[in-house]
């Protein structure tokens, strides 16, 4: 076989192999379109809906904390 013959070949298995991706890609997302409106129903089933996290109260030790952190950046930039 030539290089022209082996470069040709080489162009033909690579547009075949994208070619499959492609399709696989194409079907993908056309199932998982159908999967969304086939479980569309059933979401709230699925996923309940999760309480709303707690902002914890700030503690007297977070207090002093900042505190100190504040004096210590205000000595710094003296």
Do not use: H
């Amino acid at each position: 076989m030539s290089n022209e013959e082996l470069i040709i070949s080489g162009l033909k298995l690579m547009v075949l192999g994208m070619g499959w991706v492609y399709c696989f890609l194409a079907v993908m997302i056309v199932l998982m379109c159908i999967q969304e409106k086939v479980l569309a129903p059933f979401k709230n089933a699925l996923m309940p809906a999760a309480p709303a996290p707690k902002k914890p109260a700030a503690s007297s030790d977070d207090v002093k904390l900042a505190a100190i952190a504040a004096t210590a950046v205000e000595m710094a930039r003296r």
